[in-house]
């Protein structure tokens, strides 16, 4: 039996949810209060623009809707406010139609849901829902390994991470999922013999398809305990709906998962930036060479601007070698370049990590005390797996 969101969570014994309805400039919003004022579970609040503000509690609801007219300066400025009071709030937004360019504008703006109007009443009702589902998971973590550099092997790597959070770390603390976001290659999907045939094609045209329900269609799970999604898609780098897709199946997953590692290619795609801006940790794979550290270095920049200087970036040295007379760069002088950025070292294992991708496993079914997951795991225990204590 199928039930939807609204009627799933209805039977339940969950408090009425709260629900800000927010206007915006020459907004009018009688046909949403009408849908909403249908389903008994909903108490909300309807706040036209002049009202909105310091005093204006949002965060204090469970969902805000914020109603525009179109996405004019004006509106975008609507919903600066709207942030500025609640930027961690679920945010829907509805709107007549938008152009692309007008669409990437508005999921700067890290959105839960955008609806065209006129807005349905199930589809109003599935997105407020998913709202309550976001807001309850809050506390699921997101962790991006990125690679600085072409075979720096953070695909492996980002394996690794998945494995041992689902087998040691938290095994018994929630689900664990691995995202590879490199749709040139879905390399994740080969590493461990688990090449996924869904066409992704056939939802890049309706993103707002994805919902908690797609991305249980489409993963897989391994033996060792994680959640797989990796698609071999290039074609999503360059469609128009592409941006939109990506960052749908991202707040998706996340919501489905407690703990989520994605794998992020080095090259540049239209939502690098915002996914960076909105992980909760990142880890940049390096290599020790000099074209490897400068495209480090100048991450590491980039993600200071994104998040601030008290962002915690980690940068770990991957296939690193303990020689008897040193380095040829030696960690000094890696610790003066990078100033206050910790840096993590793991060491080189060829042997191990090629017979594990040729027998498409991880490597701990190869060799589960390797020095290499020994280190791996010790340096996981230096970044921020669950929401710190306040």
Request: net charge negative; glycine share 6%; proline share 5%.
């Amino acid at each position: 039996m199928n039930l939807r969101a609204d009627e799933s969570l209805s039977m339940s014994k969950q408090p009425n949810i709260q629900l800000n309805l927010v206007n915006g400039p020459g907004a009018v919003s009688t046909e949403l209060e009408g849908l909403l004022e249908a389903n008994r579970r909903i108490l909300f609040s309807a706040i036209d623009e002049a009202d909105l503000n310091l005093e204006t509690h949002l965060s204090n609801a469970d969902v805000t809707i914020a109603n525009l007219s179109g996405m004019n300066g004006e509106n975008v400025d609507f919903l600066n406010k709207i942030r500025g009071l609640a930027p961690e709030m679920p945010l829907i937004v509805t709107t007549p139609p938008l152009s692309p360019q007008e669409t990437r504008i508005l999921f700067k703006f890290n959105v839960l849901d955008w609806l065209p109007s006129p807005v349905g009443g199930d589809e109003l009702m599935d997105s407020i829902f998913k709202g309550v589902r976001a807001r309850k998971t809050h506390d699921n973590r997101v962790h991006a390994v990125v690679s600085t550099v072409g075979g720096a092997g953070a695909t492996t790597m980002a394996v690794s991470m998945a494995d041992l959070a689902a087998t040691k770390l938290f095994s018994k603390k929630g689900t664990v999922a691995l995202f590879d976001l490199d749709f040139s290659t879905g390399n994740c999907g080969f590493v461990v013999n688990m090449v996924s045939n869904f066409n992704l094609a056939n939802v890049v045209a309706t993103p707002r398809r994805v919902d908690g329900e797609f991305i249980r269609v489409i993963r897989q799970q391994h033996e060792h305990g994680f959640y797989l999604y990796s698609f071999k898609r290039p074609e999503l780098n360059t469609d128009l709906n592409g941006y939109e897709l990506v960052l749908r199946m991202l707040d998706a997953v996340s919501a489905e998962h407690e703990q989520v590692f994605l794998d992020i290619p080095y090259y540049e795609t239209e939502w690098k930036d915002d996914v960076l801006a909105a992980v909760n940790t990142l880890t940049l794979v390096t290599e020790l060479n000099l074209p490897a550290i400068k495209h480090t270095l100048e991450l590491v920049e980039r993600i200071k601007r994104l998040r601030g200087d008290d962002f915690p970036v980690q940068v770990v040295f991957n296939k690193w070698e303990s020689r008897m007379f040193g380095q040829r760069i030696g960690t000094r002088r890696l610790k003066e370049l990078f100033g206050d950025t910790p840096l993590h070292y793991v060491p080189q294992a060829g042997n191990l990590i090629g017979e594990s991708i040729d027998r498409g496993v991880p490597p701990s079914d190869i060799s589960a005390h390797s020095k290499y997951l020994r280190a791996l795991q010790n340096y996981m225990k230096h970044i921020e797996l669950e929401e710190p204590v306040r």
